[in-house]
């Protein structure tokens, strides 16, 4: 019996990925088919696949031509797989031509032509959402770069609010007007500064436009409440854009501490600071260390120890004089203690500590991009090593994810609107007791 064997994403089947199905079963008797899972499609680069795992298993199964489907997960699983079923040919379309010569070791490798004028980017592409982006905040440079590479995303249009700070050659069209821009798009990306993004937020949402804001969304937890009720009211997504939430190693972390790997949580200690952007926020009623870094360093303390502390007290330095600015948070839980240390204009070790009863976490600086963490114990023989690699510090997953919940009208559970509301609260008590 002849045994051949392929791999692939098989995302939306399509009559590309049939012929292929075809061609290599009729190269043999048997045919294993390998579908690639979704942490294995990331760290190949590969993020905006449209079905599930589960899915795309069953849209190879529902071909009939398969005899074995079976998840690929790991680099080097087709040696093993091989191996394993002693297959007699290893069967590619032509675009991986080359690749996997190294495979002509264990069996035959046959790279066979692609079908013409289809495939899974393309029809990803049909029914592309175009996000237009309203503000001049630095940081919409990476986000619009990072949408280049996914398909069924155009981020090409924009309005800016104040003297131009990003570069032009990244927008394909820019606007006279947010009116403008809003008959134009399907969702708008707020990168303004904080006390304008609640306008700009209603207004598309009145207009029926899904929105991705920078975080925090507002600066009090009335204008919140009433912007999460109009997106509710209206079917659209309203996503806070913390972006340390989509990386694939903090997603992790928090699961990790939730599954008990260091017992109970009985301390966390964040840090964050950064000297960046300091010309563009230093004139700016409002914007200071907490509002730069408030959203990102609050974010694992609200995970972990919930959004209902006891007891919550500020302290800021320099807080007139808005670039130098420290501000320190000290929360209460009934269990627990947080520390957040936040700085603008002033650097120190941006690491995060999460202590509990059996042993701690420490991800390093800077926590809020890192790829690794170690889980530390005692005895220091069982301390645990996490690598997970993102994309672009998670924002290529922040994108898809998006897109994704705007699609299928899901909640966003990275960031859920519970997260969103507390942070505009905390915001809003700081801003009133310093
Ligand atoms: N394939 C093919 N003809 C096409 C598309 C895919 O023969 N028009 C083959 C690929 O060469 C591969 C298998 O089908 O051997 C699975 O490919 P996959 O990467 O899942 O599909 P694509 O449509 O190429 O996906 P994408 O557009 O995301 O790269």
């Known amino acids: 019996m002849i045994k051949v064997i392929t791999y692939g994403t098989f995302d939306l089947l399509h009559q590309g990925h049939v012929n292929i199905l075809k ?19 990331v760290s190949r680069g590969k993020i905006n696949v449209r079905q599930s795992l589960m899915e795309r298993i069953e849209g190879v199964k529902a071909t009939g031509i398969a005899d074995e489907v079976f998840p690929e997960e790991y680099v080097g699983q087709k040696i093993d797989d091989i191996k394993r079923n002693n297959i007699d040919v290893f069967v590619i379309g032509s675009d991986w031509e080359g690749k996997f010569d190294y495979l002509r070791e264990y069996c035959k490798v046959i790279y066979l032509p692609r079908t013409e004028g289809v495939s899974s980017s393309m029809l990803r592409s049909d029914d592309t959402i175009v996000i237009g982006t309203v503000g001049s905040d630095p940081s919409m440079e990476k986000l619009i770069a990072v949408s280049r590479d996914i398909d069924g995303i155009e981020m090409g249009r924009a309005v800016f609010d104040e003297e131009y700070r990003v570069k032009n050659s990244l927008f394909d069209t820019v606007y006279g007007s947010y009116d403008e821009l809003l008959k134009d798009v399907d969702a708008v990306y707020v990168a303004a500064r904080p006390q304008k993004r609640y306008d700009y937020v209603k207004k598309a949402l009145l207009c029926g436009k899904h929105v991705i804001c920078n975080s925090p969304v507002v600066l009090s937890s009335a204008q919140c409440r009433e912007l999460f009720s109009i997106a509710e009211k209206n079917k659209l997504q309203l996503f806070d854009s913390i972006k340390t939430a989509y990386l694939l190693s903090f997603s992790r972390l928090i699961l990790i ?18 000297l960046e952007y300091i010309d563009w926020i230093k004139d700016t009623e409002y914007f200071n260390s907490f509002t730069d870094w408030g959203a990102i360093a609050l974010l694992p303390v609200l995970k972990i120890l919930g959004v209902e502390p006891k007891s919550i007290r500020f302290a800021a330095l320099d807080s007139e004089s808005i670039a130098n600015a420290f501000t320190k948070i000290s929360m209460e839980y009934d269990s627990a203690f947080a520390t957040i240390n936040m700085g603008l204009g002033v650097k120190s070790e941006g690491d995060l500590r999460i202590s509990g009863t059996k042993g701690y976490i420490y991800v390093p600086a800077p926590w809020w991009k890192s790829e690794y963490f170690e889980i530390r114990y005692e005895d220091s023989s069982l301390n645990k090593p996490h690598y997970y690699k993102s994309d672009n510090e998670g924002l290529s997953m922040e994108l898809v994810h998006f897109v994704r919940c705007v699609r299928e009208n899901e909640n966003n559970f990275y960031v859920d609107k519970k997260i969103t509301t507390a942070v505009s609260s905390i915001m809003e008590m700081m801003t009133r007791d310093l």
């Open 257 to 274: 501490v939730k599954g008990g790997a260091i017992g109970d949580v009985k301390s966390i200690d964040v840090t964050c600071s950064s």
């Open 23 to 41: 061609r290599a079963k009729a190269l043999g008797d048997y045919l294993y088919v390998g579908v690639t899972t979704e942490n294995y499609d």
